[in-house]
């Protein structure tokens, strides 16, 4: 099966992303591991983190020409959020 494509990307604090998949699902990506990696490591300056913006065609997510992550990273790793309750948990105001 193939993975299904972004329909919408924004960034959050804690250098998380809310995606939502062309399925309806929702989940919650964590950047900040990949912040130990330097092809990443840019992304800790926060300014630019949270110009996170959907790749063209829904195929992951891009910040500039050089740092980009696949929709299958997202979709992999990701935390699914089930209810609203646990989507409220995982968003600090």
Do not use: C, Q
Request: net charge negative; hydrophobic share 40%.
């Amino acid at each position: 099966m193939e993975n299904p494509k972004i329909k919408y990307v924004e960034a959050l604090n804690n250098y998380r992303l809310f995606v939502i998949f062309e399925t309806g699902e929702i989940k919650i990506y964590s950047v900040r591991e990949l912040l130990k990696n330097p092809d990443f490591s840019a992304l800790k300056d926060e300014t630019l983190f949270l110009k996170a913006k959907k790749a063209e065609g829904g195929y992951g997510v891009v910040w500039n020409d050089e740092i980009d992550l696949s929709e299958y990273e997202i979709w992999k790793n990701g935390v699914a959020v089930s209810s609203i309750n646990k989507l409220t948990d995982s968003i600090v105001f």
